[in-house]
């Protein structure tokens, strides 16, 4: 680890550094990218087509043009992952598919989880491996107590997620269980951030899986709003809790990375008060069950690392103004005041 004295450590505490992001083009990885250069890391980023239009933005990144590689790899390419990571101080695992199907979400989660730990342990220069896991991993339990605390001991009971045909989970907490038994297996000094549902100003052109979220309610698509409670945080946080875990020699384990827990009345409401010129919905689909109450989270660890987190309110503010800036939804025209008495 290069030693850079001064002022010049706290401006570029990376600089000396080399560090690979798997699936850098993606929401959460795109942030992270971002905060590394900021930091004077140089950063190898993998993506499925280094050439393609939608990895501008990385491109475009303070930094990027002396210090960033983009370097073509899959999940499932072994060799690909190896020759990005060789020589890297550090890697962050971003990458994992979101889908539904088990087929698509399982098997390549975590195989593409262990490839990246067998190169990392392989490279040999390797200080920590951070792992984007979920808090699906963690807090799909039936069995919770409704006044238990969800924190970094808990984990999501597999057979629930099979059950509910819920593979988004199933393979996160499969992922990551596999990921600790292959970096204890490999002696990787392995650690782990689990996020809630991420928001906030998007880098990259499209719109993912966690934006929509909040896009269905600017668009009209939906009509009403489920009876049903959602961990958020800001993008910027998740990326910062990525860079922190990495950073700090005694980070261990796991990290929830949340602010808030909110109904989505609690979310669509926060939406009409920001921009009431939106088709907000305003009616919940279920009015016939009791109100879902939110469960309690920690998020303690990351605040011990000096993690100020951003109001949740402050992250889908922000989403919406990225949404308004990229065009993906339209800016409403400004009411004309009404004119002054002429009296």
Same mark, same amino acid.
């Given at each position: 680890?290069?030693?850079?004295?001064?002022?010049?450590?706290?401006?570029?505490?990376?600089?000396?550094?080399?560090?690979?992001?798997?699936?850098?083009?993606?929401?959460?990885?795109?942030?992270?990218?971002?905060?590394?250069?900021?930091?004077?890391?140089?950063?190898?980023?993998?993506?499925?087509?280094?050439?393609? &239009?939608?990895?501008?933005?990385?491109?475009?990144?303070?930094? !990027?043009?002396?210090?960033? !590689?983009?370097?073509?790899?899959? #999940?499932?390419?072994?060799?690909?992952?190896?020759?990005?990571? =060789?020589?890297?101080?550090?890697?962050?695992?971003?990458?994992?598919?979101?889908?539904?199907?088990?087929?698509?979400?399982?098997?390549?989660?975590?195989?593409?989880?262990?490839?990246?730990?067998?190169?990392?342990?392989?490279?040999?220069?390797?200080?920590? *491996? *951070?792992?984007?896991?979920?808090?699906?991993?963690?807090?799909?339990?039936?069995?919770?107590?409704?006044? =238990?605390?969800?924190?970094?001991?808990?984990?999501?009971?597999?057979?629930?997620?099979?059950?509910?045909?819920?593979?988004?989970?199933?393979?996160?907490?499969?992922?990551?269980?596999?990921?600790?038994? &292959?970096?204890?297996?490999?002696?990787?000094?392995?650690? *782990?951030?689990?996020?809630?549902?991420?928001?906030?100003? =998007?880098?990259?052109?499209?719109?993912?899986?966690?934006?929509?979220?909040? #896009?269905?309610? #600017?668009?009209?698509?939906?009509?009403?709003?489920?009876?049903?409670?959602?961990?958020?945080?800001?993008?910027?946080?998740?990326?910062?809790?990525?860079?922190?875990?990495?950073?700090?020699?005694?980070?261990?384990?796991?990290?929830?990375?949340?602010?808030?827990?909110?109904?989505?009345?609690? *979310?669509?409401?926060?939406?009409?008060?920001?921009?009431?010129?939106?088709?907000?919905?305003?009616?919940?689909?279920?009015?016939?069950?009791?109100?879902?109450?939110?469960?309690?989270?920690?998020?303690?660890?990351?605040?011990?690392?000096?993690?100020?987190?951003?109001?949740?309110?402050?992250?889908?503010?922000?989403?919406?103004?990225?949404?308004?800036?990229?065009?993906?939804?339209?800016?409403?025209?400004?009411?004309?005041?009404?004119?002054?008495?002429?009296?």
């Amino acid at each position: 680890m290069t030693v850079v004295g001064g002022d010049d450590a706290a401006a570029a505490p990376g600089r000396g550094q080399t560090v690979c992001v798997t699936g850098a083009g993606g929401y959460v990885g795109s942030w992270i990218v971002k905060l590394l250069l900021e930091r004077g890391y140089a950063v190898r980023g993998t993506v499925r087509n280094p050439d393609d &239009a939608k990895n501008a933005h990385l491109r475009a990144l303070p930094g !990027a043009a002396e210090r960033l !590689a983009l370097c073509k790899a899959d #999940l499932l390419d072994y060799d690909a992952l190896r020759a990005a990571v =060789a020589g890297c101080h550090g890697v962050f695992h971003t990458a994992s598919p979101v889908t539904d199907d088990p087929e698509e979400m399982v098997e390549p989660a975590v195989t593409g989880t262990r490839y990246v730990i067998d190169a990392a342990a392989e490279a040999g220069t390797v200080r920590r *491996v *951070v792992l984007t896991s979920s808090i699906g991993a963690v807090a799909m339990d039936p069995n919770r107590a409704p006044d =238990a605390v969800v924190d970094e001991s808990c984990w999501s009971d597999l057979e629930f997620c099979k059950k509910t045909k819920n593979w988004y989970c199933y393979g996160k907490a499969v992922a990551e269980q596999a990921s600790w038994e &292959a970096a204890a297996a490999r002696g990787v000094d392995l650690v *782990v951030v689990n996020p809630v549902l991420v928001q906030g100003p =998007a880098l990259q052109p499209t719109v993912n899986a966690s934006l929509m979220h909040v #896009l269905k309610y #600017l668009n009209g698509s939906a009509k009403t709003y489920a009876n049903a409670v959602q961990a958020y945080v800001h993008v910027r946080d998740a990326a910062d809790a990525h860079v922190r875990v990495f950073e700090a020699p005694h980070a261990a384990g796991r990290y929830i990375c949340a602010d808030a827990v909110l109904h989505r009345e609690d *979310v669509v409401r926060t939406l009409r008060k920001f921009f009431p010129d939106y088709p907000v919905p305003e009616r919940c689909s279920d009015e016939v069950n009791p109100r879902k109450q939110p469960y309690k989270i920690s998020n303690q660890k990351l605040r011990d690392l000096g993690l100020e987190f951003t109001p949740a309110a402050q992250a889908l503010y922000d989403t919406v103004i990225c949404f308004q800036e990229k065009g993906i939804i339209p800016i409403p025209a400004p009411t004309p005041s009404p004119e002054p008495d002429q009296a």
